[in-house]
Nanobody, 120 residues
Framework: QVQLVESGGGLVQPGGSLRLSCVIS????????MGWYRQAPGKQREFVAT???????DYAGSVKGRFTISRDNAKNTVYLQMNSLKPEDTAVYYC??????????????WGQGTQVTVSS
């Protein structure tokens, strides 16, 4: 069983910064990609950023230049540094990971989400 636990959400003023963390645990053989999605009230979950095992990353246009995704493979942890936050960034942020378990099964798992609120 693979588990993802996010942390780092909270309330921040517009223009402020937050760093989200997501720790992945379980019987993991390899992690192909790790990423972040978000869901605002009344909206569908949307892609934010992803980081592959070779270090390449991709971002949604709305966060490019403000958010940075990074990963620590030794700790099975992915981070999302969010700068210049805007009220429209308010959402529940979810961590996602895809990879293989020790018994060679594929997994695609989600965390429980962490609330980010940008408001003055």
């Amino acid at each position: 069983q693979v588990q993802l636990v996010e942390s780092g959400g909270g309330l921040v003023q517009p223009g402020g910064s937050l760093r989200l963390s997501c720790v992945i645990s379980g019987s993991i053989s390899s992690i192909y990609a790790m990423g972040w999605y978000r869901q605002a009230p009344g909206k569908q979950r949307e892609f934010v950023a992803t980081c592959s095992s070779n270090g390449s990353s991709d971002y949604a246009g709305s966060v490019k230049g403000r958010f940075t995704i990074s990963r620590d493979n030794a700790k099975n942890t992915v981070y999302l540094q969010m700068n210049s936050l805007k009220p429209e960034d308010t959402a529940v942020y979810y961590c996602n990971a895809r990879g293989a378990t020790m018994d060679s099964s594929f997994f695609a798992s989600w965390g429980q989400g962490t609330q980010v609120t940008v408001s003055s």
